[in-house]
């Protein structure tokens, strides 16, 4: 079964520090998607991203973040200085969007720790 | 975006059915309901979705009213593998290209 694949599985930076969290999404998916998710709380969308621009970014999406396809299979996220908060698990997720159907697929994610 | 409300937590045994039921009292016309679940340190994984009736997988069943303001998710003799956590979505789709808001979901405990 295809699957969206996330590296590293962990990260640990230093607050102030660039961290990039690296996707593969599905091969023929359309639609590509940064959640996270605080320990113990909900999982928050961040950005979708379409047609290699980004279609919609949550208010936590600010100028520190970014997201980039920079060849036809990967999809990155990248925090510019990280701050102690941004410590969580990042989703990685795709969706092939051409159906009614809202089935995303999900990444194992990627646990950042901002120490 | 319609208002989701579960319960927080459940608990059952292997080989039980577990009902899980989610209010929505405010779904739109062009809802669909979803159903996700999410293991520990995993990413959420769609199990479900529908409009009204009733929707039957491998996996699970999802029962819809007329009225169309509840669902519930119904997993057929569960096991102890089935401990995770089960999130309600309600929202439009509009052919491509929809985030997903998650609420804070029903923890599932199964024990032998």
């Known amino acids: 079964e295809p699957e969206v694949t996330q590296t590293p599985s962990h990260q640990v930076t230093q607050m102030g520090q660039e961290v990039i969290l690296r996707c593969v999404p599905i091969?023929?998916?359309?639609?590509f998607y940064w959640y996270r998710q605080i320990l113990g709380q909900k999982v928050e969308f961040l950005v979708s991203?379409?047609?290699?621009?980004?279609?919609?970014k949550s208010e936590i999406f600010d100028d520190q973040f970014s997201v980039e396809r920079p060849d036809g299979s990967n999809f990155t996220l990248k925090i510019r200085s990280t701050k102690l908060e941004d410590s969580a698990m990042y989703f990685c997720?795709?969706?092939?969007?051409?159906?009614?159907?809202?089935?995303?697929?999900f990444g194992q994610g990627t646990r950042l720790t901002v120490v | 975006l319609a208002k989701t409300t579960q319960p927080i937590s459940m608990d059952s045994y292997e080989g039980q059915e577990v009902n899980i039921t989610c209010s929505h009292n405010?779904?739109?016309?062009?809802?669909?309901i979803t159903w996700y679940q999410q293991f520990p340190s995993q990413g959420p994984r769609f199990i479900i979705q529908?409009?009204?009736t009733k929707v039957t997988n491998e996996v699970a069943s999802l029962f819809i009213p007329a009225d169309r303001k509840s669902s519930t998710l119904s997993l057929p003799r569960v096991s102890l593998s089935d401990t995770a956590v089960y999130y309600c979505?309600?929202?439009?789709?509009?052919?491509?290209?929809?985030?997903?808001?998650f609420g804070t979901g029903t923890q599932l405990k199964v024990e032998l």
């Open positions: 979505l309600v929202g439009p789709i509009t052919g491509g290209g929809n985030k997903l808001t």
């Open positions: 091969s023929n998916h359309l639609y």
């Open positions: 405010n779904i739109a016309t062009n809802d669909y």
């Open positions: 529908g409009y009204k």
């Open positions: 991203f379409y047609n290699n621009e980004i279609s919609e």
């Open positions: 997720a795709s969706m092939w969007g051409q159906t009614l159907n809202t089935e995303a697929f």
